[in-house]
T-cell receptor, first 114, second 116 residues
Framework: AQTVTQSQPEMSVQEAETVTLSCTYD???????LFWYKQPPSRQMILVIR??????QNATENRFSVNFQKAAKSFSLKISDSQLGDTAMYFC???????????FGTGTRLKVLA | GAVVSQHPSRVICKSGTSVKIECRSL??????MFWYRQFPKQSLMLMAT?????????EQGVEKDKFLINHASLTLSTLTVTSAHPEDSSFYIC????????????FGPGTRLTVT
């Protein structure tokens, strides 16, 4: 069975600094999808970034980028130039192709400090 | 992007009563919707997958008779918590998959249920 582990329950970063959130996963599949979702205090889940396992290039969305290490089964999220609005809970998620079931990690609470 | 709404956003009910939560896709037709439960400071756990016009598929350990799911149209799925108990208090989130957008789900804003 697939599992997703986020080992950092809480993190903080100064505004304008860079922070990296860790995520590891376990699967025997060779192809799959990985996601980072943001859940701000409003509780609305927002897709931050998505990575397809068969693509070697790391995904990037503006200030958000990932470091995808397939062999190590690691999928970390880097937030550059952190902003106060980045304060939220961040969930790493895994999904197998052909299914729509997400497996979420336990989340990392990120606080951006002014 | 696609928008999913939930109603109500908060509900308080007495133990033993039933409560219905609605999930709507506002600008697209969702053949598949998903219901999640999130305990405080914990992750989202998938409860069931709701397919339009057919029975929901429940995850292991989820009581189908307690959590009734109906997906009567392409834009609406409902979750009814029957004979609610305080331990059912939680945050319930739905998501919807837009056909053709194979790997993206859009999440609703969630419903906080408190059973007294």
């Amino acid at each position: 069975a697939q599992t997703v582990t986020q080992s950092q329950p809480e993190m903080s970063v100064q505004e304008a600094e860079t922070v990296t959130l860790s995520c590891t996963y376990d699967t025997s599949e060779s192809n799959y999808y990985l996601f980072w979702y943001k859940q701000p205090p409003s509780r609305q889940m927002i897709l931050v970034i998505r990575q397809e396992a068969y693509k070697q290039q790391n995904a990037t969305e503006n200030r958000f980028s990932v470091n995808f290490q397939k062999a190590a089964k690691s999928f970390s999220l880097k937030i550059s130039d952190s902003q106060l609005g980045d304060t939220a809970m961040y969930f790493c998620a895994f999904r197998r192709p052909g299914t729509y079931k997400y497996i979420f990690g336990t989340g990392t609470r990120l606080k951006v400090l002014a | 992007g696609a928008v999913v709404s939930q109603h109500p956003s908060r509900v308080i009910c007495k133990s033993g009563t039933s409560v219905k939560i609605e999930c709507r896709s506002l600008d697209f037709q969702a053949t598949t919707m998903f219901w999640y439960r999130q305990f405080p400071k914990q992750s989202l756990m998938l409860m069931a997958t709701s397919n339009e016009g057919s029975k929901a598929t429940y995850e292991q350990g989820v009581e189908k008779d307690k959590f009734l799911i109906n997906h009567a149209s392409l834009t609406l799925s409902t979750l009814t918590v029957t004979s609610a108990h305080p331990e059912d208090s939680s945050f319930y989130i739905c998501s919807a998959r837009e056909p053709g957008q194979a790997d993206e789900q859009y999440f609703g804003p969630g419903t906080r249920l408190t059973v007294t």
